[in-house]
Protein backbone atom coordinates (compact mmCIF):
# COMPACT_ATOMS: atom_id res chain seq x y z
CA UNK A 1 0.00 0.00 0.00
CA UNK A 2 1.39 3.57 -1.01
CA UNK A 3 0.18 6.44 0.89
CA UNK A 4 0.07 9.77 -1.51
CA UNK A 5 -0.78 13.04 0.14
CA UNK A 6 -0.64 15.83 -2.26
CA UNK A 7 -0.40 19.72 -0.91
CA UNK A 8 0.28 22.95 -2.45
CA UNK A 9 -3.54 23.71 -4.15
CA UNK A 10 -5.16 26.98 -3.24
CA UNK A 11 -6.52 30.67 -4.82
CA UNK A 12 -4.69 32.14 -7.85
CA UNK A 13 -5.46 35.21 -10.13
CA UNK A 14 -4.96 34.08 -13.97
CA UNK A 15 -1.19 34.16 -15.09
CA UNK A 16 0.17 32.92 -11.54
CA UNK A 17 1.79 30.44 -10.72
CA UNK A 18 1.47 27.45 -7.96
CA UNK A 19 3.62 24.41 -7.05
CA UNK A 20 2.18 21.36 -5.79
CA UNK A 21 3.45 18.81 -4.23
CA UNK A 22 2.67 14.65 -3.37
CA UNK A 23 4.54 12.75 -0.37
CA UNK A 24 4.60 9.39 -0.35
CA UNK A 25 6.08 8.66 3.30
CA UNK A 26 7.55 5.44 3.67
CA UNK A 27 6.87 3.87 0.48
CA UNK A 28 9.30 2.45 -2.23
CA UNK A 29 8.53 5.78 -3.89
CA UNK A 30 11.70 5.22 -6.66
CA UNK A 31 9.90 2.36 -8.13
CA UNK A 32 7.00 4.13 -9.35
CA UNK A 33 5.91 6.15 -12.13
CA UNK A 34 4.25 9.00 -10.89
CA UNK A 35 1.19 10.61 -12.85
CA UNK A 36 -1.16 14.08 -12.17
CA UNK A 37 -4.34 14.05 -13.44
CA UNK A 38 -7.26 16.55 -12.34
CA UNK A 39 -11.06 16.64 -12.08
CA UNK A 40 -13.51 19.62 -12.78
CA UNK A 41 -16.76 19.71 -11.82
CA UNK A 42 -19.22 17.66 -13.77
CA UNK A 43 -16.23 16.38 -16.18
CA UNK A 44 -13.81 13.10 -16.42
CA UNK A 45 -10.64 12.74 -14.72
CA UNK A 46 -7.95 14.05 -17.28
CA UNK A 47 -3.81 13.61 -17.63
CA UNK A 48 -1.85 16.22 -16.38
CA UNK A 49 1.55 15.19 -16.18
CA UNK A 50 3.55 12.04 -15.42
CA UNK A 51 7.21 11.07 -14.50
CA UNK A 52 9.30 7.67 -15.00
CA UNK A 53 10.76 6.40 -11.96
CA UNK A 54 13.87 7.93 -12.91
CA UNK A 55 12.59 11.57 -13.85
CA UNK A 56 14.60 10.78 -16.78
CA UNK A 57 11.49 10.51 -19.10
CA UNK A 58 8.37 13.10 -18.30
CA UNK A 59 5.03 13.17 -20.39
CA UNK A 60 2.37 15.97 -20.94
CA UNK A 61 -1.23 16.66 -21.29
CA UNK A 62 -1.64 18.98 -24.95
CA UNK A 63 -3.49 21.52 -22.70
CA UNK A 64 -0.35 21.99 -20.17
CA UNK A 65 2.55 21.70 -22.06
CA UNK A 66 4.94 24.79 -21.63
CA UNK A 67 3.34 25.83 -18.74
CA UNK A 68 3.55 22.99 -16.59
CA UNK A 69 6.43 20.82 -14.85
CA UNK A 70 6.90 17.78 -13.48
CA UNK A 71 9.49 16.68 -11.18
CA UNK A 72 10.64 14.68 -8.15
CA UNK A 73 12.95 14.12 -5.81
CA UNK A 74 13.09 10.60 -4.82
CA UNK A 75 15.26 11.06 -1.49
CA UNK A 76 12.33 12.78 -0.15
CA UNK A 77 9.63 10.56 -1.63
CA UNK A 78 8.02 13.75 -3.16
CA UNK A 79 6.81 14.62 -6.88
CA UNK A 80 5.86 18.24 -7.83
CA UNK A 81 4.00 19.57 -10.64
CA UNK A 82 5.05 23.54 -10.90
CA UNK A 83 2.30 25.34 -12.38
CA UNK A 84 3.04 28.61 -14.55
CA UNK A 85 0.78 30.83 -16.52
CA UNK A 86 -2.70 29.62 -14.90
CA UNK A 87 -5.61 29.72 -17.10
CA UNK A 88 -9.34 29.87 -15.96
CA UNK A 89 -9.63 26.14 -17.72
CA UNK A 90 -6.86 24.95 -14.85
CA UNK A 91 -9.40 24.97 -12.66
CA UNK A 92 -10.16 22.00 -10.93
CA UNK A 93 -8.95 18.93 -8.08
CA UNK A 94 -5.53 17.66 -9.04
CA UNK A 95 -4.75 14.32 -7.86
CA UNK A 96 -1.58 12.18 -8.05
CA UNK A 97 -1.19 8.52 -8.41
CA UNK A 98 1.11 5.68 -8.36
CA UNK A 99 1.79 3.26 -10.58
CA UNK A 100 4.64 0.20 -12.14
CA UNK A 101 7.16 1.70 -14.39
CA UNK A 102 5.69 -0.22 -16.87
CA UNK A 103 3.20 2.82 -17.48
CA UNK A 104 5.78 4.94 -18.67
CA UNK A 105 7.93 2.05 -20.33
CA UNK A 106 4.56 1.12 -22.75
CA UNK A 107 3.07 4.83 -22.97
CA UNK A 108 0.05 4.08 -21.39
CA UNK A 109 0.77 7.16 -18.69
CA UNK A 110 -2.67 8.64 -19.83
CA UNK A 111 -4.60 6.05 -18.21
CA UNK A 112 -6.27 6.22 -15.13
CA UNK A 113 -6.86 2.73 -15.13
CA UNK A 114 -3.35 1.74 -15.06
CA UNK A 115 -2.35 3.20 -11.83
CA UNK A 116 -2.49 1.58 -8.93
CA UNK A 117 -2.43 4.24 -5.98
CA UNK A 118 -4.59 7.70 -5.31
CA UNK A 119 -4.04 10.20 -3.20
CA UNK A 120 -7.33 12.91 -2.21
CA UNK A 121 -6.78 15.56 -4.20
CA UNK A 122 -6.08 19.40 -3.51
CA UNK A 123 -8.12 22.12 -4.96
CA UNK A 124 -6.47 24.89 -8.07
CA UNK A 125 -8.52 27.59 -8.10
CA UNK A 126 -7.88 29.75 -10.53
CA UNK A 127 -9.59 33.21 -10.62
CA UNK A 128 -9.57 35.80 -13.02
Known amino acids: QVLLVESGGGLVQAGGSLRLSCAAP????????MGWFRQAPGKERDFVAAISWSGSLTYYGDSVKGRFTVSRDNAKNTVYLQMNSLKLEDTAVYYC?????????????????????WGQGTQVTVSS
Open 97 to 117: AAGTEYISLSGTYTDTGRYDY
Open 26 to 33: GSTFSSYT
